[in-house]
T-cell receptor
C-alpha cells in the first residue's frame, strides 16, 4: 500500500525551539509538498520540491525552511518556533504530470 | 496565478436533503486538473475526484456528482440524499501544468448533516 508517512501525529514544542517535521514517501514521486492548514484558510503551500536538493517557495514560506537530501524524504524546519506556527502540517507527494497526490496523515504542532 | 474560491464557509442540512458545494477557480492555463477532497474529523484528506480541463463531462459516483463548467470556471459538487457520515470539511483544489503541479486549495466548506 503506497503511502506518505509523517513522523509525528502530535507535537508540542516551546517558543524558540528548532523543530523538524519529517515526511517520507515510498512511491518514487518527483514532487513533494508541505502545506499548513488553519481553520477558514484552507491548506496553504509553504514549500515544495521537484527534485533532490531543489526547492521552491510556496505562498507562506516565512519562518520555514526545507531540506530534501534524498528523493523519498522531505523535511520542514522551523528555525525558531513561534506561537503563530501552531497549526496542522500536511505533507504530500506527486508525480510531475498528470498530478496525483498522496497526503500524509498530518502533524498537529502546538508551540507554547 | 491560480486561485480557488469556495464561498460557502459552512452548510448545515438535515439527513436525506440534497446539498451542493460550490467551487469557482481562476487560471490562465489551458491544461489543468481540478480535485475534490473530503476531510472528516479524523483529519486525513480523502481523495474524491480528479478532472482534467479537457473533459467537461459530468461525473456521478453513487450519491456524489460533479458538474464541471469551463464557461463559468466552476466545478460544483452535489451530494444526493445526504447522510450523517457525509459531515466533513470539503476542499476543492486546482493544479496547473505550468505551476509544477503545485496544488492550490480553496478555503474549504464545513458540511454538517444533522439526523
Amino acid at each position: 500500500d503506497v503511502k506518505v508517512t509523517q513522523s509525528s501525529r502530535y507535537l508540542v514544542k516551546r517558543t524558540g525551539e528548532k523543530v523538524f517535521l519529517e515526511c517520507v514517501q515510498d512511491m518514487d514521486h518527483e514532487n513533494m509538498f508541505w502545506y499548513r492548514q488553519d481553520p477558514g484558510l484552507g491548506l496553504r503551500l509553504i514549500y515544495f520540491s521537484y527534485d533532490v536538493k531543489m526547492k521552491e517557495k510556496g505562498d507562506i514560506p516565512e519562518g520555514y525552511s526545507v531540506s530534501r537530501e534524498k528523493k523519498e524524504r522531505f523535511s520542514l524546519i522551523l528555525e525558531s518556533a513561534s506561537t503563530n506556527q501552531t497549526s496542522m502540517y500536511l505533507c504530500a507527494s506527486s508525480f510531475v504530470w498528470p498530478p496525483s497526490y498522496t497526503f500524509g496523515s498530518g502533524t498537529r504542532l502546538t508551540v507554547v | 496565478a491560480q486561485k480557488v474560491t469556495q464561498a460557502q464557509t459552512e452548510i448545515s442540512v438535515v439527513e436525506k436533503e440534497d446539498v451542493t458545494l460550490d467551487c469557482v477557480y481562476e487560471t490562465r492555463d489551458t491544461t489543468y486538473y481540478l480535485f475534490w477532497y473530503k476531510q472528516p474529523p479524523s483529519g486525513e484528506l480523502v481523495f474524491l475526484i480528479r478532472r482534467n480541463s479537457f473533459d467537461e463531462q459530468n461525473e456521478i459516483s453513487g450519491r456524489y456528482s460533479w458538474n464541471f463548467q469551463k464557461s463559468t470556471s466552476s466545478f460544483n459538487f452535489t451530494i444526493t440524499a445526504s447522510q450523517v457520515v457525509d459531515s466533513a470539511v470539503y476542499f476543492c483544489a486546482l493544479s496547473e501544468e505550468t505551476s509544477g503541479s503545485r496544488l492550490t486549495f480553496g478555503e474549504g466548506t464545513q458540511l454538517t448533516v444533522n439526523p
